[in-house]
């Protein structure tokens, strides 16, 4: 028998703390909640709790999605952590959340792809599930807490980012779930955004952080303007290419959720209508390598929802830059 992984369920949080886009208004004297609903989006975002972290908003996620799949987290083989702010810069914060969680019997990693992270475990997990039979049940998280970095005096990041997680239960069967998968980089670009202090190349030191400050998300050199709109469509028909699908066999279409304009272009350039993506960007911000795996589960746990046998196409790009495309059959 062929092994697939298919997904089995999914969960998501966000945290309680709600901030608006008018406080940006009255923080930078500017109309800030007009022009990022105009141009990006958001209407409001998710803030962290002071006590809260990035392990937490992974594990209140997991606990879902293990309730949804009837399953315990003794059941878990395995637990990929998708994030580039992690608890600790180590160890992984996978294993915290293993702990928490009480997965004993899990193996635990953390992947770093910034916020093309969590397609980027999901293609990862599903070809190790293919592989090695002793990955039944496999937890992939995307989990993000932003606001920990951001500074509040930044219009271009603390406008932007926000916090949360979302989860996937893969299991392992005959049922044809993952269909395909293709990563890509353009590495040149990864001096252009991040966060620069507190690793190997700029070191947490007193004089560091004296000139640089604390650890922080920022935009240092621009991106090209149309880089997501450029690449997505390329790297979807690819992926396709690989699963022997055409674009109108796609049901939906999930994309990174830094802004809905850049969705819009890309929808109209692969000649796909509107309809056949979904959105969270407007109620919880830009939550990085959560925000692939929280669009799915707002999609499969509203109205509109998700019917077996319909092929979704997971696109992601992030800092680095990063980009990671998969397709799955929703069984």
């Known amino acids: 028998m062929t092994r697939c992984a298919y997904i089995l369920a999914t969960g998501s949080y966000a945290p309680a703390q709600v901030v608006p886009n008018a406080v940006f208004d009255a923080r930078f004297g500017e109309p800030i909640d007009e022009w990022l609903q105009a141009n990006v989006g958001i209407r409001e975002r998710h803030y962290l709790a002071a006590g809260e972290t990035t392990s937490d908003m992974a594990v209140a996620a997991a606990r879902q999605a293990l309730e949804r799949a009837g399953l315990d987290a003794a059941d878990l083989d395995l637990i990929i952590v998708a994030t580039d702010t992690p608890d600790y810069l180590s160890p992984a914060t996978a294993s915290v959340v293993q702990a928490k969680l009480g997965a004993r019997r899990a193996g635990t990693f953390d992947l770093n792809a910034a916020c093309a992270g969590w397609v980027t475990a999901l293609n990862q997990a599903a070809l190790m599930m293919a592989a090695d039979a002793d ?6 998280v995307g989990s993000y807490g932003m606001s920990r970095f951001l500074d509040p005096q930044d219009k271009y990041t603390a406008t932007l980012f926000a916090d949360g997680a979302g989860a996937v239960i893969l299991a392992a069967g005959d049922r044809p779930g993952f269909l395909a998968g293709k990563l890509q980089a353009v590495g040149e670009f990864h001096d252009a955004m991040g966060i620069y202090t507190g690793g190997a190349f700029r070191p947490c030191t007193p ?7 604390p650890p922080k998300v920022q935009f240092v050199r621009k991106f090209p303007r149309e880089f997501n709109a450029a690449y997505w469509p390329a790297l979807i028909e690819a992926t396709l290419s690989k699963a022997k699908l055409a674009l109108d066999d796609v049901d939906w279409f999930l994309f990174t959720q830094i802004n809905l304009r850049t ?6 350039r692969l000649g796909q209508p509107i309809t056949k993506t979904h959105w969270v960007m407007d109620k919880w911000g830009y939550t990085g390598s959560a925000c692939l795996p929280m669009a799915l589960d707002d999609l499969a746990m509203t109205r509109r929802g998700l019917e077996p046998g319909q092929i979704i196409v997971f696109c992601a790009s992030g800092g680095g830059i990063a980009l990671a495309a998969s397709a799955w059959r929703w069984v």
């Open 263 to 268: 969705i819009e272009v890309v929808m109209e």
């Open 135 to 140: 990955y039944r049940h496999v937890l992939v």
């Open 207 to 213: 004089e560091t952080l004296a000139v640089f400050g």
